[in-house]
């Protein structure tokens, strides 16, 4: 029996870049008719249970969604095992997954911006230091990247 899909969305705290990667994903897969379960954890305990940054709750408001619910966690081993596919926002996170990645986790581990043909290996930029127009750019990698990992889960599955 194939496994349901499923994909955890990474980042340090959990507040900005993977609550909105979480957000944009959910949103593709709708578009895409993709029946996925979604979540996003940080690999940092600093924010645990907090809500995302503010700058990252106005931005998800700007393009239609409510991410006021959502609440900071920590990427588990079990994570592993639960998730299909670990997709983190950039190269020390990624790093940190491939770590702490047990020997039987099942979850295919991947950079967001992997799955965008021509950003191959590029990072989703942390706006936390930054502007509201940090918080822009990084909504925009982060809606592209979740588009492509959507039309490539509906082809690949």
């Given at each position: 029996?194939?496994?349901?899909?499923?994909?955890?969305?990474?980042?340090?705290?959990?507040?900005?870049?993977?609550?909105?990667?979480?957000?944009?994903?959910?949103?593709?897969?709708?578009?895409?008719?993709?029946?996925?379960?979604?979540?996003?954890?940080?690999?940092?305990?600093?924010?645990?249970g907090d809500?995302?940054?503010?700058?990252?709750?106005?931005?998800?408001?700007?393009?239609?969604?409510?991410?006021?619910?959502?609440?900071?966690?920590v990427v588990?081993?079990?994570?592993?095992?639960?998730?299909?596919?670990?997709?983190?926002?950039?190269?020390?996170?990624?790093?940190?997954?491939?770590?702490?990645?047990?020997?039987?986790?099942?979850?295919?581990?991947?950079?967001?911006?992997?799955?965008?043909?021509?950003?191959?290996?590029?990072?989703?930029?942390?706006?936390?230091?930054?502007?509201?127009?940090?918080?822009?750019?990084?909504?925009?990698?982060?809606?592209?990247?979740?588009?492509?990992?959507?039309?490539?889960?509906?082809?690949?599955?």
């Amino acid at each position: 029996m194939k496994r349901r899909l499923s994909v955890l969305f990474v980042c340090m705290g959990n507040i900005c870049r993977s609550p909105l990667a979480e957000a944009a994903f959910r949103q593709a897969a709708a578009r895409h008719g993709l029946d996925v379960h979604v979540d996003s954890a940080g690999t940092g305990n600093w924010h645990v249970g907090d809500p995302p940054d503010r700058r990252a709750r106005a931005m998800a408001r700007q393009n239609g969604i409510d991410i006021d619910r959502y609440r900071a966690r920590v990427v588990t081993e079990r994570d592993f095992h639960d998730f299909t596919h670990v997709i983190a926002m950039d190269h020390a996170n990624l790093e940190h997954l491939s770590r702490m990645r047990p020997a039987d986790g099942v979850a295919e581990l991947s950079l967001l911006l992997d799955h965008v043909a021509h950003r191959k290996g590029a990072a989703v930029v942390d706006p936390y230091y930054g502007t509201a127009e940090d918080f822009a750019i990084t909504w925009r990698d982060v809606s592209e990247g979740a588009e492509a990992l959507a039309l490539h889960l509906k082809t690949c599955g």
